[in-house]
């Protein structure tokens, strides 16, 4: 085989076998097929597409392209959930302790956030002394003692992917649905779990910004992790406003925490019991996803999903304080509020435009080797379809740096829109696929 047959291969509009497939993911990881070559390949795969089989195979290329996680020490059903990404995504921080406190055990690894937020990682890392990297057997044992464990994605993990995405980020070459599917779809197959849940976010703030897109990615997705033996359910969910009210790294935690208090907002608890309710249902501990968000319910209301996170918080270095006393966090410096200028109800906020303003407030970063700020961020006081006045505080912005926080109200101010007529909130679960 030689890599200009099958960059012609691709241009021409053929499908590439599964042995050419893998002769260029193992070429490519080993050095000997230069990025220039690889982005030929990119570029062709990008106008004439990959077929089902093409992406599947790409996929198991991918996933053992390092090292794959050996769950089977774990006694149950491993569930995994997986978000597409949005603005203010704390949802790993409540799904994972409901599923765990019903029985199913959560074995995670999660990643840093590039733009608009941090990741979970970056998240849980506001926790003082809390520690994102764990041996791998203490990873299994604790998973087994207190039911789950959420660690940072290992570098030997799919190697393949973390080296393509890169180059797709360079060449105009992510937005495809065969490279977007096959790269989620690897790191998840690879870390081990028997089932996973999607949670594909479609709207502004998302990558999929229509709901058509978004169903045809999870139908890909989905197919995907079953066809490699893995029970696979995606939700569609909404991402035209931020989820939830805290967009940054510490506040979005102490809003996980308020949520398994009965106390967070609407959104992100009905989303985090829905899709933990799946969970159980996947796990073998419910009959049926209606009966795994019975379960789900009673966790949220009894405690103990509150009590799950506070022992996975001390399991891994963290200060479990921090469920009673937010002061243990991460300390803000300055703060601003952004009035209403008028009365009406809030008809849109645009939560890519949050994103990028809580990225301004420290909260993202601009590269990945760039250093966030963990008490930076900003709280929506206003959500769609919410009363407003005149001189009612929209958001508040957290930070350490006033120039920040003024680049980030400027950015912000231009994510609300007010009318004068009601409007009703956008449908927060569009659709589940796989069920």
């Known amino acids: 085989m030689n890599m200009i047959d099958i960059i012609q291969k691709k241009k021409e509009g053929k499908s590439l076998s599964r042995e050419e497939i893998k002769w260029f993911i193992d070429g490519y990881v080993a050095g000997d097929i230069p990025d220039y070559q690889a982005s030929a390949l990119l570029m062709a795969i990008y106008f004439r597409g990959l077929n089902k089989e093409e992406t599947f195979q790409l996929t198991e290329a991918m996933r053992y392209?390092?090292?794959?996680?050996?769950?089977?020490?774990?006694?149950?059903?491993?569930?995994?959930?997986?978000?597409?990404?949005?603005?203010?995504?704390?949802?790993?921080?409540?799904?994972?302790?409901?599923?765990?406190?019903?029985?199913?055990?959560?074995?995670?690894?999660?990643?840093?956030?590039?733009g608009f937020t941090g990741g979970t990682v970056d998240k849980m890392e506001s926790i003082p002394g809390f520690r994102t990297a764990l041996a791998p057997q203490e990873f299994l044992d604790q998973v087994n003692h207190v039911g789950m464990a959420v660690i940072g994605q290992t570098a030997h993990i799919t190697p393949a992917d973390k080296k393509l995405y890169a180059l797709r980020d360079v060449t105009a070459t992510v937005d495809n649905f065969g490279l977007i599917a096959s790269s989620i779809m690897s790191k998840k197959l690879a870390a081990g779990s028997d089932a996973i849940v999607l949670d594909v976010k479609c709207g502004d703030g998302a990558f999929m910004e229509n709901k058509e897109d978004a169903v045809?990615?999870?139908?890909l997705m989905v197919e995907i992790g079953n066809n490699a033996g893995r029970k696979t359910v995606a939700a569609i969910t909404e991402m035209g406003q931020p989820l939830g009210k805290a967009v940054g790294n510490s506040l979005e935690v102490i809003e996980a925490i308020e949520t398994l208090k009965g106390k967070g907002p609407d959104d992100i608890t009905q989303l985090a019991l829905r899709l933990s309710g799946i969970m159980v249902y996947l796990g073998g501990k419910a009959s049926s996803p209606e009966a795994g968000l019975k379960m789900t319910e009673a966790a949220l209301a009894d405690g103990r999903g509150l009590a799950k996170l506070r022992a996975f918080i001390e399991a891994q270095g963290g200060n479990p304080q921090v469920v009673d006393d937010y002061n243990l966090f991460p300390e803000h410096s300055v703060e601003d509020r952004l009035i209403a200028q008028s009365d009406g109800y809030v008809s849109k906020i645009e939560a890519r435009r949050i994103g990028l303003s809580s990225q301004h407030t420290g909260a993202g970063r601009a590269t990945k080797e760039a250093s966030i700020d963990l008490s930076a961020g900003i709280y929506v006081c206003k959500k769609v379809g919410d009363k407003v006045e005149k001189g009612e505080t929209l958001a508040i912005f957290y930070g350490n740096d006033k120039a920040k926080v003024d680049a980030a109200m400027a950015e912000a101010q231009k994510a609300f829109e007010i009318g004068a007529e009601p409007v009703e909130p956008p449908e927060l679960i569009k659709e589940i696929i796989g069920l």
């Open 65 to 114: 392209s390092g090292d794959t996680i050996d769950l089977s020490p774990i006694s149950g059903i491993k569930v995994d959930k997986h978000s597409t990404g949005g603005v203010g995504d704390k949802t790993t921080l409540v799904v994972a302790p409901l599923a765990s406190a019903c029985g199913v055990p959560i074995a995670k690894m999660s990643g840093r956030g590039l």
């Open 216 to 219: 045809k990615l999870a139908e």
